[in-house]
């Protein structure tokens, strides 16, 4: 980056420095070629002022000077014939009538033209004057012309832009270096956003980088305690096999015991079980985040029905009742995830209630609400109840088959559906849940 523009700034400088030099040149040019026709007006005002200056001798007289001079002096009859020139020989020269500077001199009194050389790089400069007879008299100097004034100056326009170039580099190369050194501390501080100091035009991009820090960090963050979270989960029913095999392996157990401790064995293999499963579910839900996953029009009424009777014994056993209620809904919406989702809620709100308690569930208008009249959640645990692993009591939890994971794969894929999560709940009173989603479109 710092070449680019160290570069461009060269670039940008030559062109200018060029442009500048034909422009000074042409600028020179025109007051060089005003100060020649000024010079030549004088010159020939004064001359055809002079008495006698149609005479020979007069003529011949100032003519040497004249030649010392450069000057070309010529006089012109009447009818455009030379009748004395002090350059060239009269006989060879034609008629002058046509001259720009004679034809202005015979209108208007006096005349000036410039024309060019034939050799190419030589410029004439004429100025004529009527003298009162009719003749004209004519002054004339050859001199440099715009090109050749551009060579002559070419080594010194050579020498500046050299020079400009020098002072260019070095100071475009600490602009560059002092431009660039806020982006260079953004690169070097990747990790530390909160000490840049830069240009307000660079904040919206340090903004940028900053919040993308921050979700990554809080990524790792995330999956380093959910890793954690996991290994520990796991290594409490293993051990817990592992310690009851190694008692009965030891054959010091009785029968009664033996029995005892292979039920425990039995325990903690299905609790490992449903850990697995949920862990696979969360990280393929996980996965699923930001790609597109298969959906269609489901009916929430219809699958509700499904989960209801799926648990009507479940909740038989703990002495709950479990009832339906509303009327078809369709949502755009993945249909196993939907199950998920709802048996998820409707198993939570079995678990977590007291004999003779309810569960209703409604879906109605694109809503699904699943309400108990269980022990309900306290205000300060609310927030946190999705967090992956997170239990208000955890041994109950556990009592009842839950891993902590329920409540985190629904708000997942509430999420990934675009759905709005609502929780109410009031301790020993109860919760209620409620899933909007949009309507089909
Ligand atoms: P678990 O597998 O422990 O049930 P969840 O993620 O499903 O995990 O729920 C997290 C915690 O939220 C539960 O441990 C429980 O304390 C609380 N919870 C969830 N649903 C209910 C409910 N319907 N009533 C009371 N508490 C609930």
Redesign the pocket.
């Known amino acids: 980056m710092k070449h680019y523009i160290n570069l461009r700034i060269m670039i940008i400088a030559s062109a200018a420095l060029l442009m500048t030099a034909v422009l000074c040149t042409y600028a020179c040019y025109r007051v060089f070629r005003e100060e020649v026709i000024d010079n030549l007006k004088i010159c020939t005002r004064l001359l055809s002022d002079k008495e006698n200056i149609q005479d020979e001798k007069v003529l011949l007289d100032v003519a040497s000077d004249l030649y010392d001079d450069n000057i070309r002096l010529t006089l012109i009859d009447k009818r455009g014939d030379v009748i004395f020139d002090n350059v060239a020989r009269i006989e060879g020269l034609d008629n002058h009538l046509n001259r720009e500077e004679i034809e202005k001199a015979i209108e208007k009194g006096e005349g000036y033209s410039v024309r060019r050389s034939a050799t190419i790089n030589r410029t004439n400069y004429y100025y004529a004057v009527r003298l009162p007879d009719g003749s004209i008299l004519r002054t004339a100097r050859e001199s440099h012309s715009i090109i050749n004034i551009f060579w002559q100056a070419v080594p010194l326009i050579l020498l500046v832009i050299l020079i400009v170039l020098i002072v260019c580099y070095f100071s475009s190369r600490f602009l560059t270096r002092h431009l660039l050194a806020p982006v260079e501390t953004i690169a070097a501080n990747m990790n530390h956003p909160e000490i840049i100091r830069t240009y307000p035009e660079l904040e919206p991009i340090i903004a940028h980088i900053r919040k993308q820090h921050d979700d990554i960090l809080e990524h790792a963050n995330l999956r380093q305690e959910f890793t954690a979270n996991v290994s520990h989960e796991l290594k409490t029913p293993l051990t817990s096999i592992s310690g009851y095999a190694e008692l009965i392996e030891s054959g010091l157990t009785g029968e009664e015991d033996t029995q005892k401790f292979a039920g425990e064995i039995h325990k903690s293999a299905d609790r490992l079980l449903s850990l697995i499963n949920?862990i696979l579910r969360i990280s393929e839900v996980d996965t699923l985040a930001g790609s597109d996953f298969e959906t269609e029009s489901v009916d929430l009424y219809e699958i509700a029905g499904t989960c209801v009777d799926m648990l009507e014994l479940t909740a038989r056993d703990h002495d709950i009742t479990i009832s339906l209620d509303g009327e078809k809904t369709m949502v755009t919406a993945n249909r196993s995830m939907m199950e998920e989702l709802i048996f998820?809620?409707c198993?939570?709100?079995?678990?977590?209630?007291s004999p003779g308690g309810y569960v209703h569930v409604t879906a109605r208008d694109h809503m699904l609400k699943?309400s108990?009249n269980?022990?309900?959640?306290p205000p300060e645990?609310q927030a946190?109840?999705?967090?992956?692993?997170?239990?208000?009591?955890?041994s109950?939890?556990?009592r009842?088959?839950?891993?902590?994971?329920?409540?985190?794969?629904?708000k997942h894929i509430v999420t990934l559906h675009g759905a709005d999560l609502i929780l109410n709940?009031v301790p020993v009173e109860?919760?209620t849940?409620v899933v909007q989603f949009a309507p089909c479109p």
């Open positions: 949920d998820n809620l198993d939570n709100a079995i678990r977590y209630n699943v108990d269980g022990i309900g959640i645990y946190r109840v999705f967090e992956r692993f997170f239990r208000v009591d955890k109950r939890s556990k009842t088959g839950g891993t902590g994971l329920g409540l985190s794969i629904v709940s109860g919760t849940i």
